[in-house]
T-cell receptor, first 112, second 109 residues
Framework: ETGVTQTPRHLVMGMTNKKSLKCEQH?????MYWYKQSAKKPLELMFV???????ENNSVPSRFSPECPNSSHLFLHLHTLQPEDSALYLC???????????FGDGTRLSIL | RKEVEQDPGPFNVPEGATVAFNCTYS??????FFWYRQDCRKEPKLLMS???SGNEDGRFTAQLNRASQYISLLIRDSKLSDSATYLC??????????FGTGTRLQVFP
């Protein structure tokens, strides 16, 4: 059982839809992350929040919008996505940015 | 040159075999090193951190070679359940952890 919970597990959406991915961590960690994992590619870091402040935006298109209301919750708001955005989106957390990261189960996103 | 490189494999080994993977990194300022295991269609799970002096956890041994800028993972007495993709991750102690593409291991009976 993971200390990092992501919902939904699967999401199918059209290119004009707006949806949000949710991540919650129960580990008391201070840093949270969003990653994208596409087939045959390494995990791509998207966003980093440390003590609720965004410290990294890894050249992510504006159709992805993160939100971190508190240190336990992280959202990824999606709008006007493209088919190439279909991937596994993983949330992770760590005690601080130099400690090992613990991942959620991921949301498998398919864009029609 | 990629920041973190791994041989994608697959490495096909019989049960009981010893297998080793390497992972090279390009940033000489890297400070933190980790091995993760990822099963098919699942999230990565931390296997072990890699310490400067090398470290062992049961059948798994991790080593760091700073001079040649690589880390290694050795698995002894392979089990069927060890079949997975092994990801290395490297950080320069900023908030960025760089992952390799992973090495796939398949252990057969």
């Amino acid at each position: 059982e993971t200390g990092v919970t992501q919902t939904p597990r699967h999401l199918v959406m059209g290119m004009t839809n707006k949806k949000s991915l949710k991540c919650e961590q129960h580990l008391g960690h201070n840093a949270m992350y969003w990653y994208k994992q596409s087939a045959k590619k390494p995990l791509e870091l998207m966003f980093v929040y440390n003590f609720k402040e965004q410290t990294e935006n890894n050249s992510v298109p504006s159709r992805f919008s993160p939100e971190c209301p508190n240190s336990s919750h992280l959202f990824l708001h999606l709008h006007t996505l493209q088919p190439e955005d279909s991937a596994l989106y993983l949330c992770a957390s760590s005690q601080d940015v130099v400690q090992p990261q613990h991942f959620g189960d991921g949301t498998r996103l398919s864009i029609l | 040159r990629k920041e973190v490189e791994q041989d994608p494999g697959p490495f096909n080994v019989p049960e009981g075999a010893t297998v080793a993977f390497n992972c090279t990194y390009s940033n000489s300022a890297s400070q933190s090193f980790f091995w993760y295991r990822q099963d098919c269609r699942k999230e990565p799970k931390l296997l072990m951190s890699v310490y400067s002096s090398g470290n062992e956890d049961g059948r798994f041994t991790a080593q760091l070679n700073r001079a040649s800028q690589y880390i290694s993972l050795l698995i002894r007495d392979s089990k069927l359940s060890d079949s997975a993709t092994y990801l290395c991750a490297v950080s320069d102690n900023t908030d960025k952890l760089i992952f390799g593409t992973g090495t796939r291991l398949q252990v057969f009976p």
